[in-house]
């Protein structure tokens, strides 16, 4: 199974900071890298696929980049409406295996 | 409008058994395949497995952990999706979410509410 390893698992920041949340895979998944974004008892929502393809109605302030097994997802200007957690997700075999996630908190 | 509405969930202790339901409105369900995900109290996402769709012939992918202990079926007539579960362990304690793909990679594009199961004697 590809092992996913996410960093930080947790991340403090103001709102305007740029920010930045990584995710390794333990071998090469091309470009087959997602991204979600959960908040507290909600489901998760597609933000990212393909590594760096934004999902529809996603806000621009979010970006992601990288190919084979290093991955950033970026947000460019933290919103209040951004305090959640993010997931990866390889999806470049099966089982597809997620990172252990980020929670992203107010400072 | 895209929904999907999982049900089912419940108190169960080791050993037995579970059916959830997970129905979609709002797309031709036959086209998509459908995948179930996990996660457990406080824990990260765990994929469960997938179900393809009617082109594909309906067939199914799973995790190791729930492998044989786990079934996942369709009935596209009703738009519904089913995850059966037997022999179940504390660790299968979770929200079981379903989710859609769309098609084009093997994302998951929209999630249903999640369902929680819980596992206890």
């Known amino acids: 199974d590809i092992q996913m390893t996410q960093s930080p698992s947790t991340l403090s920041a103001s709102v305007g900071d740029r920010v930045t949340i990584t995710c390794r895979a333990s071998q090469s998944l091309s470009s087959s890298l997602a991204w979600y974004q959960q908040k507290p008892g909600k489901a998760p929502k597609l933000l990212i696929y393909?590594?760096?393809s934004l999902e529809s109605g996603v806000p621009s302030r979010f970006s992601g980049s990288g190919s084979g097994t290093e991955f950033t997802l970026t947000i460019s200007s933290l919103q209040p409406d951004d305090f959640a957690t993010y997931h990866c997700?390889?999806?470049?075999?099966?089982?597809?295996?997620f990172g252990g996630g980020t929670k992203v908190e107010i400072k | 409008e895209v929904q999907l509405v999982e049900s089912g969930g419940g108190l169960v202790q080791p050993g037995g058994s579970l059916r959830l339901s997970c129905v979609a409105s709002g797309f031709t369900f036959s086209d998509h395949d459908m995948d179930w995900v996990r996660q457990a109290p406080g824990k990260g996402l765990e994929w469960v497995g997938r179900?393809?769709?009617?082109?594909?012939?309906?067939?199914?992918e799973y995790a190791a952990s729930v492998k044989g202990r786990f079934t996942f079926s369709r009935d596209d007539s009703k738009n519904s999706l089913y995850l059966q579960m037997n022999s179940l362990k504390t660790e299968d304690a979770a929200v079981y979410y379903c989710?859609?793909?769309?098609?084009?990679?093997?994302?998951?594009?929209?999630w249903g509410q999640g369902t929680l199961v819980t596992v206890s004697s």
């Open positions: 393909k590594a760096s």
């Open positions: 179900i393809r769709n009617k082109a594909n012939g309906h067939t199914t």
């Open positions: 997700q390889q999806y470049k075999s099966y089982p597809f295996t």
């Open positions: 989710s859609r793909n769309p098609g084009s990679g093997s994302i998951s594009d929209y």
